[in-house]
């Protein structure tokens, strides 16, 4: 069965910094395809970022990149020039060829200004 | 439009009431989800619709009944509940049965069992 692993339950970083919030998870399957998803406080779950598992060229969305190391089914976030509004709980996610979505535990992210 | 609307936004029900959420998406997404939240834990797969079929039930008790009338629309029938199912609930839609699909969320309605 596939299982997806967020080992830091928390993090904090301080605006304008660097954080890497980490996710790995475990699969038999080949192809298939990763997220990250953003739950701020009281609002809706967005998507961040996401990374399909035959590009070998990792994901970039503005500030948020990842580093998809399919080898080591690992798959980390990373947030530049973080801001107050990055404060949330973030979700790393994996799905194969179903419509289900198998998520992580959850990284709270706290940002001090 | 690229939201999901759930509504109510919060409801309170004693363990005898029947009740229904409602979510309704209008971005010809043709698969909608209920998922169960938890403080401070992952969304849990309750159901999911692709197509206006149930296609996936993950053992969710009796007592929670899914409908859905049309493709944009998704209710969730509540019926003799336990305080532990008080919770959030979310729906999501896709916009076909394609894992590479993002799911999009709505703001979820907060339930509380007396």
């Known amino acids: 069965a596939q299982t997806v692993t967020q080992s830091q339950p928390e993090m904090s970083v301080q605006e304008a910094e660097t954080v890497t919030l980490s996710c790995t998870y475990d699969?038999?399957?080949?192809?298939?395809?990763l997220f990250w998803y953003k739950q701020p406080p009281s609002r809706q779950m967005i998507l961040v970022i996401r990374?399909?598992?035959?590009?070998?060229q990792n994901a970039t969305e503005n500030r948020f990149s990842v580093n998809f190391q399919k080898a080591a089914k690992s798959f980390s976030l990373k947030i530049s020039d973080s801001q107050l509004g990055d404060a949330a709980m973030y979700f790393c996610?994996?799905?194969?060829?179903?419509?289900?979505?198998?998520f992580g535990t959850g990284t709270r992210l706290q940002v001090f200004p | 439009d690229t939201e999901v609307t759930q509504t109510p936004k919060h409801l309170v029900m004693g363990m005898t009431n029947k009740k229904s959420l409602k979510c309704e998406q209008h971005?010809?997404?043709?698969?909608m989800y209920w998922y169960k939240q938890k403080a401070k834990k992952p969304p849990e797969l309750m159901f999911v619709?692709?197509?206006?079929?149930?296609?996936i039930n993950e053992s969710v008790p009796s007592r929670f009944s899914p409908e859905c009338p049309n493709s944009s629309l998704l209710n969730l029938h509540l019926h003799a509940l336990q305080p532990e199912d008080s919770a959030l609930y979310l729906c999501?839609?896709?916009?076909?049965?394609?894992?590479?699909?993002?799911?999009?969320f709505g703001p979820g309605t907060r339930l509380t069992v007396l």
């Open positions: 999501a839609s896709s916009q076909g049965a394609s894992p590479s699909g993002e799911q999009f």
């Open positions: 699969t038999s399957e080949s192809d298939y395809y």
């Open positions: 990374q399909e598992a035959y590009k070998q």
């Open positions: 996610a994996y799905s194969h060829n179903t419509d289900k979505l198998i």
């Open positions: 971005m010809g997404h043709r698969a």
């Open positions: 619709y692709s197509y206006e079929k149930l296609s």
